[in-house]
């Protein structure tokens, strides 16, 4: 942790760099890679958040990743972090994981997650930086559209430039998914027993976001239990539902 003279609440600092270390445990129990996430407290401007990611001089930089020995890609990871709204829980404000070919500036594909993301753009979202010819006129012939509008400033469309909606808030993939597909589908170099790893960072992920479902509907969750048969005693000052991130697009 840097930057101690920067007012960011303890609980904050504690939380993000637990994450941080939750983070790298996963990663060297899944891929051969020779760096670390750090958290990073914000400015004194910003006192509330803290960054975790590949501390570099000048920012933040990527992890190398091997196939058969050889540096071939690079994955960056990097997540704001601040308290959520009760000042009790970490919250992932934004999150970007985004995949490189080795010395490429533009990824092969990105995940992103924008808590305040413009009612345009879904929270979560995957992009991939390729072209297609089809794809590309399928996003401009309709009279409407983000594609059409930049194709009249004269803007061609690019794939790249789309945002596939990934599940909400809630519901979004998780790095051991991205870690995995890095895996079964480039060839990554992995650790032995790596599957178990992934297996156990994506079921600590979804309880996680399952019990952050449930204060987004507890009466749903109180339904679904009473329907389980377990007991459930009405609270005397029942929660409301957060519409908001329910219906967030």
Known sequence: MTSPEVDTPPLLAVAATQFAEVINT??????????????????????????????????????????????????????????DSSGTYLAVEESWM????????????????????????????LQVHAHRDEFAYALIVADKGKSR????????????????PLGGHRFRPCLEDVLNALVVEFGVDRIDGWENAVREGREQWRRFQLKAAVRDAPEVAAEELRNLKYEVTPSVKPASDNVNRLRAY
């Open 98 to 125: 985004h995949v490189f070919s080795k010395g490429e500036k533009a990824p092969l594909f990105r995940y992103e997650y924008l808590r305040d993301a413009p009612a345009s753009v879904p929270v979560a979202h």
């Open 149 to 164: 509008q930049r194709w009249r400033r004269g803007k061609p469309p690019l794939l790249s430039e789309f945002h596939f």
């Open 26 to 83: 996963r990663l060297h129990r899944v891929v051969r890679t020779s760096r670390d996430l750090t958290a990073l407290v914000g400015s004194k401007d910003d006192h509330n958040r803290v960054t975790v990611g590949v501390l570099e001089e000048d920012g933040f930089g990527t992890l190398p990743l091997e196939v058969n020995g050889r540096h071939l890609l690079d994955l960056l990871l990097k997540f704001n972090c601040c308290l």
